[in-house]
């Protein structure tokens, strides 16, 4: 028999994490000391637990594993709730890990600080933004409840939330065991299946439509296959951006509506059978469609059930799905690729001023020399340039459009694929949580920041550009680099971007921030396509 928080940490990796993210506080340091002391996973503290969120939250995304937050009871819980909206809005498999007051302390009469209201109002709100929870009060069935929520948290791909009393740390636990899936019912999945692969046969142009559940349940290799067996072209949603950048299939890009490449719209809102596998049902995957879909002619698989026109089937995983789809199609030797999207390339390093489309060219000429990089993207303009760069593995708030994530994000991924990543933010999301790179040097963590400063809040200034509290200040994050433990360019020329860019990857072991400046004007066309059409859907353009 160990301990409480020995069992927790080795029902963790166990689970999949490798590694976890945190702050320390006084309801939490007794869990802490423990994590220092046993090594059983590494330890990232950062700065503001917004960080922390977004850091497991991109670490969760990018690996077959989970996400883990360690934070303190109230305060620093609190500052949790933004993160974690977002991870269970995305779908990512993130645990988040609170200490709380002990036992006895909550049975004296007394407010505690850090108590909002009552000392169950945290875990109150925290039902409405995970999909499971425990008080571990219990040593007796700690290793139970702990069991039940991790298992939670990889079925169901979202978060949790585990309240850890700080009197119980070094309790005695029985270990943590491994639960599998809840399995589907085979006959159901074998009849779905079937039915699936009789609506693709009788179509004339059907296609996949791959979303974020394919990477949440590391499905991308057998998705690849499936639409090599079955000949079906593949697109992938705006949040599903940066599948199978590793594995063959017949890719045609990403499907962002009229914002987007219209080759790839067409074949998407013509298909007479789509088979959306994974995929979130979202204004910003479908919001901005030129036709909306027929359901008749769609099969949508996510969220353990699958919609074959107007019925469905319940309680079907999607891995359950797709695996018995490879049973039912014959093996197919040969794979034909699709053309790939024409990526801008070749940057002209002339001294014009930078558009973001340069951004684009200049992330792409570097791939090519050196091979693609993983990527981190903030929300704004950054994201929507990141469509125009080659097809790379890239984590990033599509759908739930928080600001702050980019930068955490980035240190996150690099943690936990050992890639150095790059990073995309803007000025306003940077202002939020671009000082977490000052924990960059503890760590060895290298990122490349390719920050887009345009002196506002960009993507709102496209919806109203006869505003003016958009505008931001010029922070000269540049010359705020060294203090940090990094290297701090600005650039202001494509000319000096390139250079910028080439010197940044040559330098290694400490973080490298290109600060970009572009006038307030400066817009993706994706973007400005992309605003445009929301502005005409829900009025905000008459």
Not at 355 to 374: E, K, S, Y
Not at 405 to 431: C, S, T
Request: charged share 20%; glycine share 8%.
């Amino acid at each position: 028999m160990t301990t409480m928080a020995e069992s927790l940490l080795r029902g963790l990796k166990a689970n999949g994490a490798r590694q976890l993210f945190g702050i320390p506080g006084d309801f939490a340091l007794p869990f802490f000391k423990v994590i220092e002391q046993s090594g059983i996973l590494p330890l990232f503290t950062l700065s503001h637990e917004p960080g922390v969120g977004f850091a497991a939250d991109a670490a969760a995304r990018s690996g077959d594993g989970i996400g883990v937050a360690v934070v303190t009871y109230g305060a620093g819980a609190f500052n949790m709730v933004n993160p974690v909206a977002c991870a269970y809005a995305e779908k990512s498999p993130l645990v988040v890990i609170s200490g709380a007051p002990g036992v006895a302390e909550g049975q004296d009469g007394l407010l505690l600080h850090h108590q909002a209201k009552t000392l169950s109002s945290q875990q109150e709100m925290f039902k409405e933004i995970t999909c499971d929870q425990a008080i571990l009060t219990d040593p007796r069935t700690a290793h139970a409840d702990i069991a039940r929520v991790l298992q939670s948290c990889r079925e169901q791909s979202r978060p949790v939330y585990i309240e850890f009393p700080r009197d119980l740390v070094d309790a005695p636990c029985e270990e943590v065991p491994l639960l599998q899936q809840t399995p589907g019912n085979p006959e159901a999945v074998t009849a779905c299946a079937q039915e699936v692969l009789q609506r693709i046969a009788a179509a004339n142009a059907p296609l996949i439509l791959a979303g974020v559940e394919v990477r949440r349940y590391g499905l991308e290799a057998k998705v690849a296959e499936l639409s090599r067996r079955l000949r079906l072209p593949v697109a992938t949603t705006f949040m599903g951006r940066g599948l199978f950048s590793n594995t063959p299939c017949e890719l045609i890009g990403s499907y962002i509506g009229i914002a987007g490449d219209p080759e790839v719209s067409r074949s998407v809102e013509e298909s007479d059978q789509l088979l959306m596998l994974g995929v979130i049902l979202c204004d910003t995957n479908f919001g901005v469609s030129s036709k909306r879909l027929d359901i008749r002619n769609t099969v949508n698989a996510s969220d353990r059930q699958v919609k074959v026109g107007y019925h469905q089937y319940p309680q079907i995983p999607l891995s359950e799905l797709v695996d018995q789809l490879l049973v039912e199609t014959a093996s197919v030797a040969e794979h034909r690729p699709a053309t790939p999207p024409d990526y801008p390339r070749d940057l002209c390093a002339d001294n014009a001023p930078i558009q973001p489309t340069d951004i684009a060219r200049a992330v792409n000429d570097l791939f090519a020399q050196r091979g693609p990089m993983p990527i981190a993207s903030d929300m704004g303009d950054c994201l929507f340039t990141a469509m125009d760069m080659e097809n790379t593995h890239l984590v990033a708030p599509g759908y739930y459009a928080t600001m702050g994530f980019g930068v955490p994000a980035g240190i996150g991924l690099q943690a936990e694929l050992g890639q150095r990543p790059i990073i995309l933010v803007g000025d306003g999301a940077f202002q939020m949580t671009g000082w977490e790179l000052g924990n960059c040097r503890r760590y060895g963590l290298d990122p490349i920041v390719l920050l887009f400063n345009n002196c506002c809040w960009g993507m709102l200034a496209t919806f109203q550009p006869e505003t003016h509290f958009n505008t931001l200040d010029d922070w000269q994050f540049a010359s705020m680099a060294s203090a940090m433990g990094g290297d701090g360019t600005r650039v202001s020329t494509r000319a000096e971007l390139e250079h910028a860019l080439k010197k940044a990857v040559e330098t290694t072991d400490r973080f490298q921030l290109i600060e970009i400046m572009m006038t307030p004007e400066a817009r993706s066309s994706t973007l400005q396509h992309f605003v445009d059409a929301h502005k005409k859907r829900s009025g905000m353009g008459q």
